[in-house]
């Protein structure tokens, strides 16, 4: 349904960008699909580095994302991307070995500055850098102690990727983004009974996408 929503989205902006006489002509929107595996965690302190008794990590889920961009140089861009995926948050005790589990709803909401690399009539490479937050919206499906809440956390973001034409306005996107963000406790770890919550850590996850992009 999400999906759909997306798409009539995209069309209702072609109507209105032929309409005003290419008022748009520089902007471009995506909609597809988009893979979310996180990877590396890094600790944010020195005491928890040389004494990492609490473990978190993160499971893969895949996603929907929309990207709008806009250019306003021959080799410079703007662009917005909202993506949303589910996964869960995986605690883990190194004392007690126990394990603590909280499924979460998220919404990605990254800004970017994106460089054109030289490119053809086809084939449109780019690089982009920047950063924007993560909104980690628990469900009821957690285990553990305390209810989790939800949190905001700010993310980094870098990648590539290049649009291949396929016809005058149409286009598909591969793109590779990693964003480097903090990790949520849930407003946990002060309500906790143990230490289980609260590991600040940083994590990097790797987010290929594809995309089927309208150029206005």
Known sequence: MKLKLILVTVLAFGSMAHAQGGILSNLSIG???EGIFPSATFTK?????NSPSNTQASTNSVGAVA?????????SAVGFAFSLHRNSELFYNGDSLNTSRVQTNNAEMIGTYIFRLPANEHVKPYAMFGGGMVRFSPNNNYTGTGVPSAQTKPAFAYGFGTDLNFKARWAVRLQYRGLLRSDPDFKLSSSSVDDTYGTQLRTHVAEPSIQLVYHF
């Open 31 to 33: 909609v597809g699909f």
């Open 45 to 49: 302190s020195l005491a928890l580095s």
């Open 67 to 75: 990207d709008a961009r806009y250019d306003f140089g021959r080799h």
